[in-house]
């Protein structure tokens, strides 16, 4: 069959249709938000402010003391910034933690189909010339990596547990119990982000798509954890997205209090 | 009130074809299939069309209308715009036979590859039991009416013609129907990581846009299996409890 048909040629079609909108889209988002978390990670500055740590740099392994909106040192896991850190990096505490979630989203099942249509062109829409390839391989070469998604997973669970923990800690400033925009910012981070990570294909599989008897002794209750898996799995798109935008948001919300452009409504009256 | 309105329909062989402009009157309600059927009688008695059951469940007429693969009689007219051209083409990755018919052989050969249903032994009195809740899943592959615009629409096939290395997504869903059966005892790991190709799908979901029968291809049928081989060849706490404990189907 394959011998007789003729090559496809890069963006052939025959749509009339505006098949384009999502992959510009899917382009727009994620390029602009790579911009952003790369240029947000650089700064290393304005990551604190009020009880409030930008979901970018947490957890707070170092803290460097002195730099504007920087987090007080006993935030930090393990106190002041290191000497050895390389002077051509900057110090900023999100190099050494952004990765992991930056990991987990890039190996995602969700966004893997998505920048592959938006970045690669593989292809760019449905029924859409994909870019010639000599020998395609899929994802059982260069991408094979793929397939360890489920180690970024448990490293995102983590995560989630860290964040929650940063939310509620934003309830107090000072030892008074409060609250403020920025608190609600931060509450619904975790709560964004859970509903993307719990959604998570390799998730699903293992607590029970890998089982093919859900009824059978030894299941338990699997299929209880494995439907609710399931629907937040069927919204993972959405997850994705509204837990990507609001991470962003949250950070240049923090980001923008800190450095005095825009004024925190909250309870504690700064 | 009837309105006339322009097609273009690819008329052709294997050797040689071109869109041809026809034009009929489309009542209100019609479907793709009944404006072909209306120029055929009255224009093209030799144009060939593949159909049957006229109610997108044979899954017979698939063809590709504006560039989109679609059954011709699931399509209403009225989707597109009064002025707007319709055209009709054969599916792309199959050999066209004759006009809007392809041979679509080569997916009886990949179906006859895979090994089939083999269930476990039957109970004391006789019977082989499963729960509801067990076959929920496989039930929803179970819908698929083999239209094949799945594996059209799947970009392996249609443009990298990788035929020989995947068999495509409705495949992949008939061996995730076989493989997450609750009764069914064979090892299919192997042979969908080596021989079906789970490897080479990346995921972009088209075979689950243009599925007639809104069957979840990709997030309940090809990553479910690719999660399996993952579980068999990639992960290596796995691997290592399989070396510790000698367990080899994480699915039983």
Same mark, same amino acid.
């Given at each position: 069959?394959?011998?007789?048909?003729?090559?496809?040629?890069? =963006?052939?079609?025959?749509?009339?249709?505006?098949?384009?909108?999502?992959?510009?889209?899917?382009?727009?988002?994620?390029?602009?938000?790579?911009?952003?978390?790369?240029?947000?990670?650089?700064?290393?500055?304005?990551?604190?402010?009020v009880?409030?740590?930008?979901?970018?740099?947490?957890? =707070?392994?170092?803290?460097?003391?002195?730099?504007a909106?920087?987090?007080?040192?006993?935030?930090?896991?393990?106190?002041?910034?290191?000497?050895?850190?390389?002077?051509?990096?900057?110090?900023?505490?999100?190099?050494?933690?952004?990765?992991?979630?930056?990991?987990?989203?890039?190996?995602?099942y969700?966004?893997?189909?998505a920048?592959?249509?938006a970045?690669?062109?593989?292809?760019?829409?449905?029924?859409?010339?994909?870019?010639?390839?000599?020998n395609?391989?899929g994802?059982?070469?260069?991408?094979?990596?793929?397939?360890?998604?489920?180690?970024?997973?448990?490293?995102?669970?983590?995560?989630?547990?860290?964040?929650?923990a940063?939310?509620?800690?934003?309830?107090?400033?000072?030892?008074?119990?409060g609250?403020?925009?920025?608190? =609600?910012?931060?509450?619904?981070?975790?709560?964004?982000?859970g509903?993307?990570?719990?959604?998570?294909?390799?998730?699903?599989?293992? @607590?029970?798509?890998?089982?093919?008897?859900?009824?059978?002794?030894?299941?338990?209750?699997?299929?209880? @954890?494995?439907?609710?898996?399931?629907w937040?799995?069927?919204?993972?798109?959405?997850?994705?997205? @509204?837990?990507?935008?609001?991470?962003?948001?949250?950070?240049?919300?923090?980001?923008?209090?800190?450095?005095?452009?825009?004024?925190?409504?909250?309870?504690?009256?700064? | 009130?009837a309105?006339?309105r322009?097609?273009?329909?690819w008329?052709?062989?294997?050797?040689?074809?071109?869109?041809?402009?026809?034009?009929?009157?489309?009542?209100?309600?019609?479907?793709v299939?009944?404006?072909?059927?209306?120029?055929?009688?009255?224009?093209?008695?030799?144009?060939?069309?593949?159909?049957?059951?006229?109610?997108?469940?044979?899954?017979s007429?698939?063809?590709?209308?504006?560039?989109?693969?679609?059954?011709?009689?699931?399509?209403?007219? *009225?989707?597109?715009?009064? %002025?707007?051209?319709?055209s009709?083409?054969?599916?792309?990755?199959?050999?066209?036979?004759?006009?809007?018919?392809?041979?679509?052989?080569?997916?009886?050969?990949?179906?006859?590859?895979?090994?089939?249903f083999?269930?476990?032994?039957? %109970?004391?009195?006789?019977?082989?039991?499963?729960?509801?809740?067990?076959?929920?899943?496989?039930?929803?592959?179970?819908?698929?009416?083999?239209?094949?615009?799945?594996?059209?629409?799947?970009?392996?096939?249609?443009?990298?013609?990788?035929?020989?290395?995947?068999?495509?997504p409705?495949?992949?869903?008939?061996?995730?129907?076989?493989?997450?059966?609750?009764?069914?005892?064979?090892?299919?790991?192997?042979?969908?990581?080596?021989?079906?190709?789970?490897?080479?799908? *990346?995921?972009?979901?088209?075979?689950?846009?243009v599925?007639p029968?809104?069957?979840?291809?990709?997030? *309940?049928?090809i990553?479910?299996?690719?999660?399996?081989?993952?579980?068999?060849?990639?992960?290596?706490?796995?691997w290592?409890?399989?070396?510790?404990?000698?367990?080899?189907?994480?699915?039983?």
């Open positions: 069959m394959a011998e007789i048909l003729p090559r496809t040629i890069f =963006l052939e079609r025959q749509r009339s249709d505006t098949w384009w909108i999502e992959p510009v889209l899917v382009l727009l988002g994620l390029g602009a938000f790579i911009v952003y978390a790369t240029w947000a990670a650089f700064q290393g500055d304005h990551y604190y402010t009880s409030y740590l930008s979901p970018f740099y947490s957890p =707070l392994i170092y803290v460097k003391s002195g730099v909106g920087s987090a007080p040192l006993w935030h930090s896991l393990l106190g002041e910034w290191p000497s050895w850190w390389p002077s051509y990096l900057p110090a900023s505490p999100a190099f050494l933690i952004l990765m992991f979630p930056g990991l987990f989203r890039f190996t995602c969700y966004y893997r189909g920048y592959y249509k970045f690669a062109a593989t292809p760019p829409g449905c029924a859409v010339g994909a870019v010639p390839q000599k395609y391989k994802e059982t070469f260069l991408l094979i990596f793929q397939n360890l998604h489920r180690y970024a997973l448990y490293v995102a669970i983590i995560y989630l547990f860290i964040l929650t940063d939310a509620v800690a934003s309830f107090i400033y000072e030892g008074t119990l609250f403020g925009v920025g608190t =609600l910012v931060l509450l619904l981070n975790p709560v964004f982000l509903l993307y990570t719990l959604g998570c294909h390799s998730l699903r599989h293992l @607590v029970g798509g890998r089982k093919d008897c859900f009824s059978c002794a030894g299941s338990g209750p699997i299929n209880g @954890v494995y439907r609710k898996v399931s937040m799995n069927r919204h993972h798109k959405l997850f994705a997205w @509204v837990s990507l935008i609001w991470v962003g948001l949250s950070d240049a919300y923090v980001r923008l209090v800190s450095m005095g452009i825009i004024t925190d409504w909250n309870t504690w009256g700064i | 009130m309105k006339l322009n097609f273009k329909i008329r052709g062989d294997s050797d040689s074809g071109d869109l041809v402009n026809y034009q009929t009157e489309i009542d209100e309600g019609m479907v299939l009944d404006a072909i059927h209306r120029i055929q009688v009255e224009s093209a008695q030799d144009m060939a069309v593949r159909w049957n059951c006229k109610a997108g469940k044979c899954g007429c698939s063809i590709e209308i504006n560039g989109v693969p679609k059954l011709a009689c699931m399509t209403r007219m *009225n989707d597109y715009g009064e %002025e707007e051209t319709i009709c083409r054969p599916m792309k990755s199959f050999p066209v036979l004759k006009d809007l018919v392809t041979d679509v052989s080569w997916n009886y050969r990949q179906n006859q590859r895979i090994e089939p083999k269930p476990r032994p039957r %109970e004391q009195d006789g019977n082989h039991r499963m729960m509801q809740e067990d076959v929920d899943r496989v039930q929803e592959f179970r819908k698929c009416i083999e239209c094949y615009l799945c594996q059209n629409t799947c970009h392996v096939l249609r443009d990298h013609q990788k035929n020989d290395e995947f068999v495509g409705r495949f992949m869903i008939r061996l995730a129907s076989l493989e997450m059966h609750p009764l069914d005892t064979a090892d299919r790991i192997p042979k969908i990581r080596e021989e079906y190709g789970s490897g080479m799908c *990346n995921i972009t979901k088209c075979c689950t846009v599925c029968e809104h069957i979840e291809i990709t997030d *309940n049928g990553i479910p299996l690719k999660e399996r081989v993952v579980d068999r060849y990639y992960d290596p706490i796995l290592l409890k399989r070396k510790l404990f000698g367990k080899k189907d994480q699915s039983k």
